[in-house]
């Protein structure tokens, strides 16, 4: 158990629809990360938040956001969802803002859009 | 940004013998190279890390050493058993200053009985 937790574990959604995925960091952790994962592929990060703010984007759609609460967990928004959006998100937390440190991984959760 | 390639992509070792991985990356800054494993259907994990400074890092039986010259560094699994069947991940960075890890395309390492 890493100390990162994920909730929900499983969703199943249709097209067109918005889900909230939420994560909570390791106690003392700053940093929180989101990554996509679909079918066979490797990890696309997503964007960063560090102690509130966001830190660094990557391939992050338009349609999805995020955010980070002063009690640091975070929420991934994904909405106007697409059968393409169907994948295993994870968040990572890392004490420091840096990636240069370990990343300590969610469960996942596990996404599907019929 | 930082580009990274491992390879192999898939590796299929009998139980007992040795499996290397190796990661090329493109930015010569980069001075933090961790290695990830993910089993199936669970969270990846950081089985070993090395920082520039080093050139070989060893944890009982997994390995990683770093060719900096060259840009590239490797996981090294000795006496490989059945629980080593994952996919693995590099993930070089800058450290500290990069914002995110970019990570390889993965090895699926399938050990045979």
């Known amino acids: 158990d890493s100390g990162v937790t994920q909730t929900p574990k499983h969703l199943i959604t249709a097209t067109g629809q918005r889900v909230t995925l939420r994560c909570s960091p390791r106690?003392?952790?700053?940093?929180v990360y989101w990554y996509q994962q679909s079918l066979d592929q490797g990890l696309q990060f997503l964007i960063q938040?560090?102690?509130?703010?966001?830190?660094a984007k990557g391939n992050i759609l338009e349609r999805f956001s995020a955010q980070q609460f002063p009690d640091l967990h975070s929420e991934l928004n994904l909405s106007s969802l697409e059968l393409g959006d169907s994948a295993l998100y994870f968040c990572?937390?890392?004490?420091?803002?840096?990636?240069?440190?370990?990343?300590?991984f969610g469960p996942g959760t596990r996404l599907l859009v019929l | 940004g930082e580009n990274v390639e491992q390879h192999p992509s898939t590796l299929s070792v009998q139980e007992g013998d040795s499996a290397v991985i190796k990661c090329t990356y493109s930015?010569?800054?980069?001075?933090?190279f961790p290695w990830y494993k993910q089993e199936l259907g669970k969270r990846p994990q950081l089985i070993i890390d090395?920082?520039?400074?080093?050139g070989e890092k060893k944890d009982q039986r997994i390995a990683v050493t770093l060719n900096k010259t060259a840009k590239h560094f490797s996981l090294h699994i000795t006496e490989t058993q059945p629980e080593d069947s994952a996919v693995y991940f590099c993930?070089?960075?800058?450290?500290?200053?990069?914002?995110?890890?970019?990570f390889g395309q993965g090895t699926r390492l399938t050990i045979n009985p």
């Open positions: 993930a070089p960075a800058v450290a500290p200053g990069a914002q995110k890890l970019v």
């Open positions: 938040y560090y102690n509130g703010e966001e830190r």
């Open positions: 930015d010569s800054a980069s001075n933090y």
């Open positions: 990572a937390s890392s004490i420091s803002q840096g990636a240069g440190e370990t990343q300590y």
């Open positions: 106690s003392g952790d700053l940093s």
């Open positions: 090395i920082r520039s400074n080093v």
